[in-house]
C-alpha cells in the first residue's frame, strides 16, 4: 500500500519560506516521478512542481518559477519543496503525489496523471 505523508506546513508572514516534506512508502519511491499541488479554498487543486525518478528534470507552474524549488532524495525516500519569497496568494492546502508509471515525465500536469496522493498540508501566509 502506497503512502504518502506530507509535513511543513504552517503560518509564515509574506515575503517568509518553508520547507515542505513528502515521506514514501510502499513501493520503490526512486522509480517515480513526484509531483506537488496545492488547492486553495473554493478552488482548483493545481499544479505546483514535479520532479523526475531520478531529480534530473523538473517543472514548474509559471506562478511559483523562481521562487519554489523541488528536489528529492531517493535514499530517504523523500520529496522536498522549499518555497521562499511566499505571497499571500500561496495560501492553500499542498498535496504530494505520485505518478502510477515508472520513469514517467514531470512534465505532466493534470491531475488525472498522477496515482497517489498524500493527506495535505496546510501553508497560510498572511500580508
Known amino acids: 500500500q502506497v503512502q504518502l505523508i506530507e509535513s511543513g506546513g504552517g503560518l509564515v508572514q509574506a515575503g517568509g519560506s518553508l520547507r515542505l516534506s513528502c515521506a514514501a512508502s510502499g513501493r520503490t519511491f526512486s522509480r517515480y516521478a513526484m509531483g506537488w499541488f496545492r488547492q486553495a479554498p473554493g478552488k482548483d487543486r493545481d499544479f505546483v512542481a514535479a520532479?523526475?525518478?531520478?531529480?534530473?528534470?523538473?517543472n514548474y507552474a509559471d506562478s511559483v518559477k523562481g521562487r519554489f524549488t523541488i528536489s528529492r532524495d531517493n535514499a530517504k525516500n523523500t520529496v522536498y519543496l522549499q518555497m521562499i519569497s511566499l505571497k499571500p496568494e500561496d495560501t492553500a492546502v499542498y498535496y504530494c503525489?505520485?505518478?502510477?508509471?515508472?520513469?514517467?515525465?514531470?512534465?505532466?500536469?493534470?491531475?488525472?496523471?498522477?496515482?497517489?496522493w498524500g493527506q495535505g498540508t496546510q501553508v497560510t501566509v498572511s500580508s
Open positions: 503525489a505520485s505518478r502510477g508509471v515508472e520513469n514517467s515525465s514531470p512534465y505532466a500536469t493534470s491531475r488525472s496523471s498522477y496515482k497517489y
Open positions: 520532479i523526475s525518478w531520478s531529480g534530473g528534470s523538473t
